[in-house]
């Protein structure tokens, strides 16, 4: 089992509708998610963190954690196809080194 | 300037070259990185410095050779690279090397070994 997986898409979400984007992991012990988003040609940028189970929103975005579950989830609301990007969800592993998956990539219909 | 600069942007070199890849942050941080991005792979770790030191070596090839000269600055030099090194090298910061800290990226190298 890879240690982070994404399914690399692509999404398709029309322009003002709800874009959901999923991510499993497969230590138990992993703590912290992060959310990446890259747009083609760029380097990835921090969007979202979250450490607790739950939800946290931070403007459009909405990060959800269920550590039961071991998955990590990114709603964006609202979308603009400014949104179009791939985004990459990354984890440390125990001995604190970053694991991303492979990426995302959401495309918005106008 | 701010945030985490990398020059060249882009790179060419033939195999027999030797090159280096420049970094710098400008954000204080106390960990920097060397990441590889290559098409439908996820980001693969390469090498990682904490306060100058290097923390890990992720099973890298003697030909990409690290230097970090203080907290600010990193390098990659580049000796007889193969065609499969062609790929996006991306430069990180993050203010220290503990799972918490999130990793700031610079613009990255878009490197083409000929």
């Known amino acids: 089992q890879k240690e982070v997986e994404q399914n690399s898409g692509p999404l398709s979400v029309p322009e003002g509708a709800i874009a959901s984007l999923n991510c499993t992991y497969s230590?138990?012990?992993?703590?912290?998610f992060f959310w990446y988003r890259q747009y083609s040609g760029k380097s990835p940028e921090l969007i979202m963190f979250?450490?607790?189970?739950g939800d946290k929103e931070d403007g459009r975005f909405t990060a959800q954690l269920n550590k039961a579950s071991q998955y990590v989830s990114l709603l964006i609301r609202d979308s603009q196809p400014s949104d179009s990007a791939t985004y990459l969800c990354?984890?440390?592993?125990?001995?604190?080194?970053?694991?991303f998956g492979k990426g995302t990539r959401l495309h918005i219909l106008p | 300037e701010t945030g985490v600069t990398q020059t060249p942007r882009h790179l060419v070199m033939g195999m027999t070259n030797k090159k280096s890849l420049k970094c710098e942050q400008h954000?204080?941080?106390?960990?920097m990185y060397w990441y590889k991005q290559s098409a439908k792979k996820p980001l693969e770790l390469m090498f990682v410095?904490?306060?100058?030191?290097?923390?890990e070596n992720n099973s890298v090839p003697s030909r990409f050779s690290p230097e970090c000269p203080n907290s600010s600055h990193l390098f990659l030099h580049l000796h007889t690279l193969q065609p499969e090194d062609s790929a996006l090298y991306l430069c990180?910061?993050?203010?220290?090397?503990?799972?918490?800290?999130?990793?700031?990226f610079g613009n990255g190298t878009r490197l083409t070994v000929t």
């Open positions: 990180a910061s993050s203010q220290d090397i503990q799972g918490y800290s999130p990793l700031h």
């Open positions: 230590d138990r012990g992993s703590q912290s």
């Open positions: 979250i450490y607790s189970n």
């Open positions: 990354a984890t440390p592993k125990r001995d604190d080194k970053i694991i």
């Open positions: 954000l204080g941080h106390n960990a």
């Open positions: 410095y904490n306060f100058k030191e290097q923390t």
